[in-house]
């Protein structure tokens, strides 16, 4: 069904289904004895279809697998490229900590398999989005060296037409866990200099197996909590630790004047049936002041 503008903003301009820390191994193993990784990607899909969204790009942002072999890179792209396929949406890959970069490039983006850092840019109809790759070989802590800082300064130095998303692995913010203090981004007053006066609008990341969000440099930074398992912070901050539930994946709307980050949560529930297309069409039918008269007026 067409969107119909009900309030004061008008359709999003462009819709972005944001996922990560798929977390994938070979041979599909529990992960840490305990997470089906596998499984919890397949309802993480299944929940992304029943959105009925056709979104403008499917953002994974990092630690895509858990050790990096190739087998797990083809078994990820086996198991998401049908829904893209259906979905009419480009896939795009950000590496993270717990990848490895030849792997994934080898595996997953069919490409040489090299150590050089995992970018790119896609333009989805005037919005651009940029994937860096804070990935540090041989540790989980994040950076961006030089050389991936000075491509950043010359891409952001040509506006897009809708403005630009970046897209990494290791959030730009402060998190309340010690642990990933200690794996945090550095050099992130680097990555704020390059970003000063361009038209970055977001960031999207990953790392923290949490939804969070904040401002980084003036620019909203949204972090989507992770396919495979994620934290239980219902403990004291030193003592938290992985659950097999909140998984979640966030619907990315951009207007021309803002940006939403929608949590939705994969748990399948019972849903009650208040509202439907059909609702919609009859409200669609009346006046904005009817409509007011039928639905906001108090009985």
């Given at each position: 069904m067409e969107t119909v503008q009900f309030g004061r903003h008008a359709p999003p301009r462009r819709v972005i289904v944001h996922l990560s820390d798929t977390h994938l191994l070979a041979g599909n193993p529990p992960l840490g004895g305990r997470y089906d990784t596998a499984a919890n990607l397949a309802a993480t899909l299944a929940a992304v279809a029943r959105t009925g969204i056709?979104?403008?790009?499917?953002?994974?942002?990092?630690?895509?697998?858990?050790?990096?072999?190739?087998?797990?890179?083809?078994?990820?792209r086996a198991a998401v490229q049908p829904l893209a396929d259906r979905l009419g949406a480009p896939i795009v890959w950000v590496a993270g900590n717990h990848d490895e970069r030849p792997a994934l490039r080898g595996a997953l983006l069919g490409q040489e398999?090299?150590?050089?850092?995992?970018?790119?840019i896609w333009d989805l109809g005037g919005l651009r989005l940029i994937a860096l790759d804070t990935s540090v070989p041989g540790w989980h802590h994040g950076d961006l060296d030089d050389g991936q800082l000075a491509w950043l300064r010359g891409i952001l130095s040509d506006p897009a037409p809708l403005g630009t998303l970046l897209a990494l692995h290791h959030p730009p913010l402060p998190s309340h866990i010690p642990l990933f203090d200690i794996l945090e981004l550095r050099r992130q007053d680097a990555l704020a200099d390059v970003i000063a006066g361009s038209d970055v609008r977001g960031i999207l990341a990953g790392h923290l197996h949490y939804s969070t969000s904040g401002t980084f440099a003036g620019v909203p930074v949204s972090v989507a909590a992770a396919t495979c398992y994620t934290m239980n912070l219902q403990r004291p901050a030193t003592e938290i630790n992985g659950m097999d539930a909140g998984q979640s994946f966030h619907l990315v709307h951009v207007y021309d004047d803002t940006i939403t980050h929608a949590v939705v949560p994969v748990v399948a529930a019972e849903t009650a049936e208040t509202f439907s297309a059909e609702w919609v069409a009859r409200m669609a039918e009346l006046t904005p002041e009817q409509r007011l008269e039928a639905?906001?007026?108090?009985?």
């Open positions: 056709r979104p403008d790009a499917l953002v994974f942002t990092g630690d895509l697998t858990d050790l990096g072999e190739p087998d797990a890179y083809r078994a990820l398999p090299t150590g050089e850092p995992v970018t790119g639905f906001s007026r108090k009985r």
